[in-house]
């Protein structure tokens, strides 16, 4: 007994860092790559041992290719279509979750149905519909088509808060003369307060990493960073170490973002697992 | 008429789809009294709590509060407090918010709230828990902290649905106490919802026995344990409940099996069960044989099994010395003890 814990300790540290060597491999690669000249890049073998340099941060953010204007049109895409995809996912899952209507499991499988469909079928008729009302390349355009995919994504993960909340708490608000909006805003928001960081967190890195609708529906006013980072490869050269560099710089926020809400991901995640977790 | 606080039920149905769940519910509730709903489970009694506080709409019939129709009105409008059986306290307020939060609800002024939260745990005694969370109290503290904020802002009717059922045994009887001592202070009707019979007998004032979504009696503990109206509310109330037997009443005697026992009252030759309490069986010389199949010693009383052949009958008694189990006896009781019902009907005869 006493020699197996050791040695089941020391299994699972391998297989958790092997998972995370996997899975930060292609990170730190990226990061190593960043501080790289463009000849380090290439040198074969792989050279650890370099002189960094900053060059390619430099020219990224301040050079000709500066990606600073992409990164701003990320954050006007991602921080709209997450607002007003949350504006309408908060009041729309309470009512999938909560009230009783007739159609409530044939509107609840169209919202996943929306989720089952391959995104890149969509990209052609997003063109074309935007095209018509003239608004390709345009925030309003992008973040209208965001909010298709996005919203009811989001509105499904509030729902399995909302059915979290037991009945009878908002039976309870009701008795005690608050109303059905009043028992929204002070007994049920605030139960599903983990929820909504976890949704919009994950609404937002959608929105953020999305690049597929962004480079056919955007243009050169509307270009968020993933579109931007795809310039350093053209059919001439690659810049790798620069690439790099806009990969780094494009997902700080995201992983920043990752780190700081760790503790509300994990407990919205877990919420639903575990019967009342929530209320405890 | 029905003065402040009196409420009443007529003809209240409901359906939920195929399925009735109450078959047309009579009920009138004095003001003032402590009113218990006893039934088993699914019996209806709590959607009757549930109707009373209008979250649940009737499907034919009508709720009255102190003469006025509220059938159609929500529950907000209804002025009636509720203690859950989970209790249903917000979990991400203090005890205080709890508590205070009816009052917020009607727009009280903060200060007014302060005074009125306090004086309500005072009267449960969480005085001392008023900033802690739901989460940091006991299942005791958090049943007491939903019985404040019911009490606090003075309803017109208080609801209780099952509120010791999560509590343990002597928490349970402490709380029993408590509770009908706070209901007689406060003088607020208040119906209380209960599958457990010491509760209803020790706690009502009057108490209507659901059986099968309709109510087949209503009285007093006094009245419904005397005097079973049917043979379903004999089986239900009294612990251990009372020994149901088919026998054949012959003018002034019952004859079960061979056995010839007198009764009171004596009638036309007929079928009908005899039921007698546990409390009132006697053995005796002459009777209904049986053998003695377990004692069971509960300290200050003991219950007596016997097998009579085809069924089991039960004898409850202060102490027991003089039967054994194995022992052959011969079962009687006392002409007077004997409830008749009938067999076809299970009314009382």
């Known amino acids: 007994m006493n020699g197996q814990r050791p040695l089941r300790k020391l299994a699972l540290a391998i297989v958790a860092g092997t998972g995370l060597a996997v899975w930060a491999f292609p990170v730190l690669w990226a990061l190593l790559t960043s501080f790289k000249t463009e000849r380090d890049v290439l040198a074969y073998p792989p050279k650890f041992v370099f002189v960094p340099t900053l060059d390619n941060y430099r020219e990224v953010l301040f050079g000709a290719s500066s990606i600073l204007p992409n990164l701003a049109s990320s954050l006007v895409v991602a921080t709209l279509a997450t607002a007003l995809t949350m504006l309408f996912a908060v009041p729309a899952g309470y009512a999938l979750g909560r009230l009783r209507y007739p159609a409530k499991r044939v509107s609840g499988f169209y919202v996943l149905a929306t989720q089952m469909l391959p995104p890149v079928g969509l990209v052609i008729p997003y063109y074309l519909a935007l095209q018509k009302v003239g608004m390709l390349d345009t925030y309003a355009g992008l973040v209208a088509m965001y909010l298709t995919f996005s919203l009811p994504f989001a509105i499904w993960l509030m729902v399995s808060y909302f059915e979290d909340v037991p009945l009878e708490m908002e039976e309870a608000a009701l008795l005690d003369r608050a109303g059905r909006l009043r028992a929204l805003w002070h007994v049920i928001l605030p139960q599903v307060r983990g929820g909504i960081a976890v949704t919009t967190i994950f609404v937002f890195l959608n929105a953020w990493n999305e690049f597929m609708f962004a480079v056919v529906l955007g243009g050169n006013r509307v270009r968020p960073v993933t579109v931007a980072m795809f310039n350093f490869i053209s059919v001439e050269q690659t810049q790798w170490a620069r690439l790099a560099a806009g990969a780094i710089l494009a997902m700080a926020p995201v992983i920043l973002l990752g780190i700081f809400m760790q503790r509300h991901i994990v407990k919205g995640l877990t919420v639903g697992a575990v019967k009342g977790g929530g209320r405890r | ?349």
């Open chain 2, 1 to 349: 008429m029905i003065e402040a606080g009196g409420v009443r039920l007529e003809g209240v149905v409901k359906r939920h789809g195929a399925t009735t769940v109450l078959h047309g519910v009579d009920l009138a509730i004095a003001p003032g009294e402590f009113f218990v709903l006893l039934g088993p489970s699914g019996s209806g009694k709590t959607t009757t709590l549930r109707i009373l506080a209008g979250l649940e709409t009737v499907s034919a019939g009508r709720v009255l509060m102190e003469g006025i129709d509220v059938t159609a009105q929500p529950p907000g409008e209804r002025d009636v407090a509720m203690v859950f059986q989970s209790y249903a306290l917000y979990p991400h307020m203090t005890v205080a918010g709890n508590v205070g939060f009816p009052l917020k609800m009607i727009g009280t002024p903060p200060e007014r709230i302060e005074r009125e939260v306090l004086a309500a745990a005072n009267k449960v005694g969480i005085a001392h828990l008023l900033q802690r969370t739901p989460g940091q109290l006991s299942g005791g503290q958090q049943q007491r902290c939903a019985l404040a904020r019911a009490i606090v802002r003075q309803p017109r009717l208080f609801l209780l649905d099952e509120p010791l059922s999560n509590l343990d045994a002597k928490l349970r009887l402490e709380t029993r106490l408590e509770l009908h001592r706070l209901q007689r202070s406060l003088g607020i009707t208040t119906v209380y919802v209960t599958h457990d019979q010491e509760e209803a007998m020790t706690l009502a004032d009057r108490f209507a026995v659901f059986i099968e979504g309709r109510i087949v009696q209503v009285g007093t503990p006094r009245e419904v344990y005397d005097a079973p109206q049917t043979v379903d509310v004999a089986a239900f109330i009294g612990t251990p409940p009372m020994n149901l037997v088919p026998a054949l009443w012959d003018g002034g005697v019952a004859r079960i099996g061979d056995a010839v026992l007198p009764v009171s009252r004596s009638g036309p030759r007929r079928e009908v069960i005899v039921g007698v309490r546990p409390a009132d069986v006697r053995i005796a010389a002459q009777g209904i044989p049986a053998t003695v199949e377990r004692v069971e010693d509960l300290g200050d009383s003991t219950i007596v099994s016997f097998d009579s052949g085809d069924r089991l009958l039960k004898q409850k008694r202060d102490r027991v010395t003089d039967v054994r189990e194995g022992d052959a006896v011969r079962l009687g009781f006392a002409p007077e003890a004997v409830h008749l019902f009938d067999p076809a009907t299970g009314e009382r005869l």
